[in-house]
C-alpha cells in the first residue's frame, strides 16, 4: 500500500485549490477569455458534469459492489430528463431571461404571485436537500484523505478525530475559494465565467483522473492479465450478481433511482443554476444533451471492472465507498494514487462550490432580505448582501462538515444521495404545473410543497437523523405518536414496497395531490393569472404596449424617480443606482429630461424595475419594495383601468378580442422588424466582406505582379548565366590546349631540331599546326556565340521581337557539330562516333541565336548522359545521330538522338518544366531544355521525346518553312 505524509497532501491540496483559483481569476478578468467561457456550447455542457459529484467517483463503485447495475440507473434516469430539455429547459431559460430568475425558489415564487409562504417553504427543502449532498461531498474527502495518510486504521476514536479535523481544514478552504471565485457579484442572474471555468477544469480532472486510476486497476493491479481476467470472470459467476438488482420484486427500486435522477439534472438547486441561471445562448442545449451523456458514459467505463477487482481483493466489507483510492494505493505507484486522489477532490469541491453558491443566494434572497426590509433603520445590514451570502455560504458549508461527521458514517455515499435528489424531486409538480397549467396558483404551491416536503422529511430526512444515534428511533419501531402505520418507512402499512420507492411514492402523491386539489379550491390574483398566462402560452420575446398619449402626460417623472433611487441605494452605491437608472430610461423609452410622462410609461417603469430589483435581491424583497413605495398609487392603477378601457371602446373589442388583436399586431411587427435588421446586418456584413475582398485582391494581384517580376528578372538572370557559360567552357578549353601546344609541343620540336641535327617532323608539326588552327576558331565561335547570346538577351529585356534572317540551317548545324566535339573531349578521353544524314534544304527564316542555342542544348543533353555511361561501361561506344532533312515540301525536320542513359516516363513529363534538372545542383539549373521548347513554340514548331531507360533518348523537331 502507498501511504503520504498528511503535509504532503495538504500541499497538493492547496496547490490544486491555487491552480482552479488561477483560471477562475484569469478568466474573469480577460474580456476575450470571458467571452469566450460564455459563448462556448461545449464549456456550458462540462459544467453540467458538475452532476457527477465524489458520488459517482467513489460511490457508483461501492454501490455496483452491492448492488450490481443499480448504479447505471442514476445515468439512465438523467439522460431521461435530458431528453425533455428541449420542451422544458428552452421555455426556463426564455423565463430566467424575462423575469430576471436567479434560482429554482425564485421561479417558483415568480410564477405564484410573489408569495413569501412559498419562498419559505421552497427554501427550506432546497436547503435541507443540499446540506446531505454537501456532506456526502466533505466526508469522502475526509475519509480518503485518512486512508491515503494513516495507516492505524483500527483506532477508530483516534480516526474519527482525525477525520473531523481534516473535514473542518478541508471545509475552510473550500470557503475561502468559494467566496473568491464564486460569490463576488450582486447581482445573480449575472453569470460567472470564472466560476464555470474552474467547474470545466474539475470536471476534466475527475473524468481524466478517474479513467487513469481504473485502467491501471484493470491492466497493471495483476501481472498476469489473462490470469487476472479468468479469475475476476470466475467471481462474477459465483460470488457477484450483476443484474441482482432488476429483478422482478426490486424492480420498484430501479423505477424509482430512474425517476429521481431525471428529475434531479435539472430540479437540483445546482444543476437549475448551471443549466438555466448561467446559460447564455439557448443554441447550447442542443450540445449539452450528447455532450452531457458521453461524459456519463465514459466516467462509468470503469466501474464495473474496479468494483470486481475489489471483491476479489475482499475488500467490499471494509472500504466499498473508497475502492478506487484503496485499489490504486495498492498498485505501488504514488502518483496513480494521488492523482486519485486529486480526482475526487476535484469531484468534491466543484459540487461545493456550485452548491454553497447556489444556497446562499437563495436564503439570502427569500429569508434574509425579506426579514431586513422590515428593519428600515438597520439599512447596514441591506447594504452588505455580498457579505450576507458569505457568512450564509460559510455557515452552510460548516453545518454540511457536521453533518457528514454525524450522519454521514451512518450512510453509503450513494444512500446520502438519494436524499437530495429525492428533496429536488419536491419541485417537480410545482415547477411542470406552472409551467403547463395555467390554472395551478400559490395557495396549490403552498399546500403541495409543503404536504411534499413533510412527507418527504418525515419518510427519508429523519430516518437518517435517526440512525445517526442523536435521536430516539422509537419513532422507527412504534410510529409518530405510537402509531404504526405512520412508521417513516412503513408508511400506511405498506410493507410490500421498499422504503426509498415507498417514500418517492407518498411524497409525490401528497405533493402533487395537495398542489392540484389547493389550486382547484385558491383564488389567483389578477396579477397571477397575467403571470400564468406568460408562464404557460408559447414562448416569444417580452413586448410591452407603451401608447404614445401625448395628451395625457399628466404625471410628474421626478417624483417617481427619487423613489427609485430611494430603493436602489439601499442595496446599491450611488454609481450602481445611476447605472440602472439609465438602464430603466432606455428599456421604456424615456427621456430623462421630461417633466412629465403618461400613465402606461410609468407602468412600464415599474415593471421593469421590479424586474431588474429581483435581479439583485430577489423576487420577493423586489416585491415588498415595490408594494411598500407606492409608486404606482390607487389613482395611477384607475388612470391605467381608464386608458385602457376608453382603447377598448375605440374599437369595439372584447378585453379578450382586444389582445389577440394586440398580440397578432406586435408579433408581425416584431418579425418585420426582425426580418428587417437580419436583411441590414447581411447587407452590411456582405458589403464589409466584399470590401475586404477587394483590399485582399487588390493587395494578392500586387504581390502576384512583384513576384512574377522578380521570377521573370530572375529566370533572365538565369538563362544569361547559362547560355554563355557553354561558349565560355569551350573557349577556356580550347585556350587551354592552345596553351599546352606552346608550353609542351612547340619546345618539344624546337628539341627535336637543336638534338644532334635532326630535322623537324613536318607532317607531326604540322597536324599539331591544325588542331591549334582548330582551337583558335572553336574560341573565336564561341566568342561570337556569347555576344549573338547577350544581344539575344538585351532584345529580350527590351521587348523586341527576335531578328530572323534568310539562313542555310545544314550549314549551322554542321558547325555546332564540330562545336560539340570539343565539348565532348573535354569531359573524356574517349572518341564520340557522330552519323549525320543532312539532306540540303531551301533557305529558310530562322533566328541563328535560336537556332544555334537549341541544338547546343539538346547536344550538351546528350553529351552529358554518353559520358556517364562511359563511366561505368568501359565497352560503350558513344555515339550521337544526327539526320536533317525536309518533311512533305513545307517542313523539315531535325532529330538528335544518343546512345546514352535514356530517360524515364516519370522524367520525360518533367524535363520541358522550367528549373527541372537531374544534375546536381552545381553542374546544372535546368533551363535548357526548358528555353528549346520555348523556342520551338515562338517558331510555330513542334517537338517529340522518346526514349528508353538504359537505351537511348530521341528527340524529334519539325518546324514550317518560313518563307518571307
Not at 857 to 873: C, R, Y
Amino acid at each position: 500500500m502507498v501511504y503520504f505524509s498528511p503535509t504532503m497532501v495538504v500541499v497538493f491540496i492547496f496547490l490544486y485549490i491555487l491552480f482552479l483559483y488561477y483560471i477562475a481569476k484569469l478568466v474573469q478578468t480577460k474580456v476575450k477569455l470571458k467571452q469566450y467561457v460564455k459563448n462556448n456550447p461545449f464549456i456550458y455542457a462540462l459544467s453540467l458534469s458538475v452532476f457527477c459529484s465524489t458520488w459517482t467517483y467513489y460511490g457508483s463503485v461501492g454501490k455496483a459492489t452491492k448492488s450490481g447495475s443499480l448504479f447505471l440507473s442514476v445515468y439512465i434516469g438523467a439522460i431521461m430528463g435530458i431528453v425533455f430539455w428541449p420542451l422544458v429547459l428552452k421555455k426556463l431559460i426564455f423565463l430566467k431571461n424575462r423575469y430576471r430568475i436567479t434560482s429554482i425558489v425564485d421561479l417558483l415564487v415568480v410564477r405564484y404571485g410573489k408569495s413569501q409562504i412559498v419562498a419559505i417553504v421552497a427554501t427550506l427543502i432546497a436547503t435541507l436537500g443540499t446540506v446531505p449532498y454537501i456532506a456526502l461531498q466533505l466526508k469522502a474527502v475526509a475519509s480518503t484523505f485518512v486512508l491515503l495518510t494513516y495507516e492505524n486504521h483500527q483506532a477508530e476514536l483516534l480516526t474519527f478525530a482525525y477525520e473531523t479535523g481534516i473535514c473542518f481544514f478541508v471545509s475552510s478552504l473550500i470557503i475561502i475559494f468559494t467566496i473568491k471565485s464564486g460569490i463576488h457579484k450582486l447581482d445573480s442572474t449575472e453569470q460567472h465565467p470564472g466560476m464555470i471555468a474552474a467547474l470545466v477544469t474539475e470536471g476534466l480532472v475527475k473524468l481524466i483522473t478517474f479513467l487513469i486510476a481504473g485502467a491501471a486497476i484493470t491492466f497493471i493491479l495483476m501481472n498476469n492479465k489473462i490470469l487476472f481476467f479468468e479469475k475476476l470472470l470466475s467471481i462474477f459467476k459465483t460470488n457477484y450478481n450483476f443484474l441482482a438488482e432488476t429483478s422482478n420484486s426490486n424492480t420498484d427500486i430501479w423505477i424509482t433511482y430512474l425517476i429521481l435522477s431525471a428529475s434531479a439534472i435539472l430540479f437540483l438547486p445546482r444543476q437549475f443554476h448551471l443549466a438555466v441561471v448561467e446559460n447564455t445562448d439557448v443554441k447550447h442545449i442542443s450540445k449539452a444533451m450528447w455532450v452531457l451523456p458521453l461524459y456519463f458514459v465514459l466516467i462509468n467505463i470503469f466501474v464495473i471492472p474496479i468494483a470486481l477487482a475489489g471483491i476479489k481483493y475482499g475488500l467490499v466489507e471494509n472500504y466499498p465507498d473508497s475502492l478506487v483510492l484503496t485499489l490504486s494505493q495498492m498498485t505501488g505507484a504514488k502518483s496513480i494514487s494521488i492523482l486519485t486522489f486529486i480526482g475526487g477532490f476535484s469531484a468534491a469541491i466543484g459540487m461545493i462550490m456550485v452548491s454553497t453558491v447556489t444556497i446562499s443566494n437563495i436564503i439570502t434572497n427569500n429569508i434574509y432580505l425579506p426579514l431586513t426590509s422590515h428593519f428600515q433603520k438597520y439599512n447596514i445590514l441591506n447594504r452588505n448582501i455580498l457579505n450576507a451570502r458569505r457568512v450564509i455560504a460559510a455557515l452552510l458549508i460548516y453545518t454540511s462538515s457536521l453533518f457528514a461527521l454525524v450522519v454521514g458514517n451512518k450512510f453509503a455515499l450513494f444512500s446520502m444521495g438519494m436524499i437530495s435528489f429525492s428533496a429536488a424531486f419536491q419541485f417537480v409538480p410545482s415547477i411542470l404545473g406552472g409551467l403547463y397549467w395555467d390554472k395551478g396558483n400559490k395557495y396549490g404551491a403552498i399546500t403541495g410543497l409543503s404536504l411534499g416536503g413533510l412527507v418527504w422529511f418525515f419518510t427519508i430526512y429523519y430516518p437518517a437523523l435517526i440512525k445517526s444515534d442523536w435521536i430516539s428511533s422509537s419513532i422507527l419501531e412504534e410510529g409518530f405518536f405510537g402509531l404504526s402505520y405512520l412508521k417513516p418507512h412503513i408508511i400506511f402499512g405498506f410493507e410490500g414496497v421498499k422504503h426509498l420507492p415507498q417514500a418517492t411514492l407518498w411524497s409525490f402523491l401528497f405533493n402533487s395531490g395537495g398542489y392540484f386539489i389547493g389550486s382547484l379550491l385558491g383564488k389567483s390574483s389578477e396579477q397571477e393569472k397575467i403571470i400564468a398566462s406568460d408562464f404557460t402560452s408559447s414562448w416569444t420575446e417580452h413586448w410591452s404596449i407603451v401608447s404614445e398619449d401625448k395628451n395625457n402626460q399628466n404625471i410628474k417623472l421626478r417624483p417617481k424617480v427619487t423613489k427609485i433611487l430611494r430603493i436602489l441605494n439601499k442595496y446599491l452605491n450611488t454609481l450602481s443606482s445611476d447605472l440602472i437608472l439609465v438602464k430603466l430610461y432606455s428599456k421604456c423609452g424615456i427621456d430623462e429630461k421630461v417633466d412629465k410622462i403618461s400613465i402606461t410609461q410609468l407602468s412600464l417603469l415599474c415593471e421593469e424595475f421590479e424586474i431588474n430589483l429581483s435581479g439583485i435581491v430577489g423576487s420577493i424583497t423586489a416585491h415588498i419594495e415595490m408594494t411598500k413605495s407606492d409608486l404606482l398609487l390607487d389613482n395611477g392603477k384607475k388612470q391605467l383601468s381608464i386608458h385602457y378601457a376608453e382603447l377598448l371602446s375605440q374599437f369595439w373589442l372584447s378585453p379578450k378580442a382586444f389582445r389577440k388583436k394586440i398580440e397578432y399586431h406586435v408579433i408581425r411587427d416584431q418579425k418585420i422588424q426582425k426580418q428587417v435588421k437580419s436583411l441590414e446586418i447581411a447587407i452590411k456584413n456582405r458589403t464589409q466582406e466584399l470590401e475586404l475582398k477587394n483590399i485582399e485582391l487588390l493587395s494578392t494581384q500586387e504581390k502576384i505582379i512583384q513576384q512574377e517580376k522578380l521570377a521573370s528578372l530572375g529566370r533572365l538572370t538565369a538563362s544569361i548565366a547559362h547560355e554563355i557559360k557553354n561558349p565560355l567552357n569551350i573557349i577556356n578549353n580550347a585556350s587551354s590546349a592552345c596553351l599546352n601546344f606552346f608550353d609542351k609541343e612547340l619546345p618539344r620540336h624546337i628539341r627535336d631540331i637543336n638534338s644532334d641535327g635532326r630535322k623537324l617532323n613536318t607532317e607531326h608539326f604540322l597536324e599539331d599546326m591544325s588542331d591549334v588552327k582548330g582551337c583558335f576558331n572553336a574560341i573565336l565561335e564561341s566568342g561570337e556565340h556569347a555576344d549573338r547570346v547577350v544581344k539575344s538577351m538585351l532584345n529580350h529585356s527590351t521587348k523586341k521581337v527576335p531578328m530572323l534572317s534568310k539562313l542555310h540551317l545544314p550549314s549551322i548545324l554542321k558547325n555546332i557539330l564540330t562545336i560539340a566535339k570539343y565539348s565532348f573531349l573535354n569531359k573524356t578521353t574517349r572518341k564520340i562516333t557522330i552519323i549525320e544524314n543532312v539532306q540540303d534544304v531551301n533557305e529558310s527564316y530562322f533566328n541563328r541565336e535560336e537556332f544555334e542555342r537549341l541544338i547546343l542544348n539538346v547536344l550538351e543533353n546528350s553529351i552529358d548522359t554518353l559520358v556517364n555511361k562511359i563511366a561505368i561501361n568501359d565497352n560503350f561506344k558513344p555515339t550521337i545521330k544526327i539526320v536533317f532533312r525536309p518533311y512533305q515540301h513545307v517542313k523539315w525536320f531535325l532529330i538528335i538522338q544518343d546512345n546514352g542513359m535514356g530517360i524515364s516516363e516519370e522524367i520525360q513529363n518533367k524535363i520541358l518544366e522550367p528549373f527541372f534538372t537531374t544534375k546536381p545542383t552545381n553542374e546544372g539549373i535546368g533551363l535548357g531544355l526548358s528555353m528549346v521548347n520555348d523556342i520551338v513554340k515562338t517558331n510555330n514548331g513542334e517537338i517529340l521525346i522518346k526514349s528508353k531507360l538504359g537505351r537511348f533518348t530521341r528527340f524529334v523537331f519539325i518546324f514550317p518553312f518560313n518563307q518571307y
